[in-house]
């Protein structure tokens, strides 16, 4: 029997156990998909990265929860060029990950030690949802009243599609309890896709939205701690109907997520506005926890 190393690293945080944990596998070109698919269920994290060679990058990295394959993920990239950059396997600042959405640039900042990864995502994307509001609200355990109807609940994707959802106030995230096995019948338009929710209100004065995300029922996790992808999609809603008269192209928002679960994180996204599309990368840190073997 085989045992892989697998690096804890937690991504969007430089305190252990806080941000959101990725599983990190390097050198893992020997492994099969399924190989690579029984290893993520066994880690059991929302996602474990495998970093691959690549004939079109630098890297490759392909992304597993312990339910499926996911095209990208935000903070198990963070994580694995954090833990790289961090043992040396990667000395550029400036680098590309190959991935299943295409060739994304990647760029390294050190300073005394303290690595920060600015990851650019795919051109922001947005469709309407169509299905009931009241039993969207349902599944995730509060009413249509907490929902902010002032700003549209779209399907959101700068690489992974998940549904936006406005909320009126902080304390209702306290509230929310997720039944992530009624998503797929009210998400009609995108049955596996995941739900995010966010607010305006903030804990931290310094961040300009909260957010909250909750997986799809296909991934075989009930929530993600702090989401990198859906951070970056938040940005992009930001822009195009919230701060709808931009002064410049380009603005910075400052997302915290993962306080109601003891995960407390931050993600930096910027997003510029290229005539009707918005484009979109984000910046966050990491920290190592630790290393362990998975049985295969």
Request: hydrophobic residues 40%; contains cysteine; glycine residues 6%.
């Amino acid at each position: 029997m085989t045992e892989i190393n697998v690096l804890h690293i937690d991504a969007f945080s430089d305190i252990p156990n806080k941000g959101n944990p990725a599983g990190v596998v390097v050198d893992a070109d020997h492994l099969t998909e399924h190989q690579m698919q029984r290893i993520a269920k066994n880690v059991g994290f929302n996602e474990t990265v495998f970093v691959l060679k690549s004939d079109e990058a630098d890297i490759r990295l392909k992304y597993f929860t312990p339910g499926h394959e996911m095209d990208l993920c935000g903070h198990a990239t963070i994580a694995s060029i954090y833990a790289l950059r961090a043992n040396r396997n990667i000395k550029k600042d400036a680098i590309t990950i190959e991935t299943n959405v295409g060739i994304l640039p990647v760029r390294v900042y050190e300073d005394n030690n303290q690595i920060s990864i600015y990851m650019k995502q795919t051109t922001a994307h947005f469709l309407p949802f169509k299905s009931q509001v009241n039993k969207l609200a349902e599944a995730i355990g509060l009413t249509k009243h907490d929902i902010d109807l002032q700003f549209p609940i779209v399907y959101g994707s700068t690489g992974i599609w998940t549904l936006i959802v406005p909320i009126k106030r902080l304390t209702s995230f306290e509230k929310m309890k997720p039944n992530n096995q009624l998503f797929p019948k009210v998400l009609t338009e995108m049955p596996k896709v995941s739900i995010h929710l966010f607010c305006l209100e903030t804990y931290d004065e310094l961040a300009d939205m909260h957010g909250r995300h909750f997986s799809s029922p296909f991934s075989g996790t009930t929530e993600d701690a702090v989401t990198g992808t859906a951070s970056g999609v938040m940005g992009a809603y930001f822009a195009k109907y919230i701060n709808q008269d931009l002064e410049s192209s380009k603005i910075s928002i400052l997302v915290e997520q993962g306080q109601e679960i003891d995960r407390d994180g931050r993600v930096s996204v910027e997003v510029e506005k290229k005539s009707d599309s918005f484009e979109v990368g984000i910046f966050g840190t990491a920290v190592y926890v630790k290393e362990f073997k998975v049985k295969l």
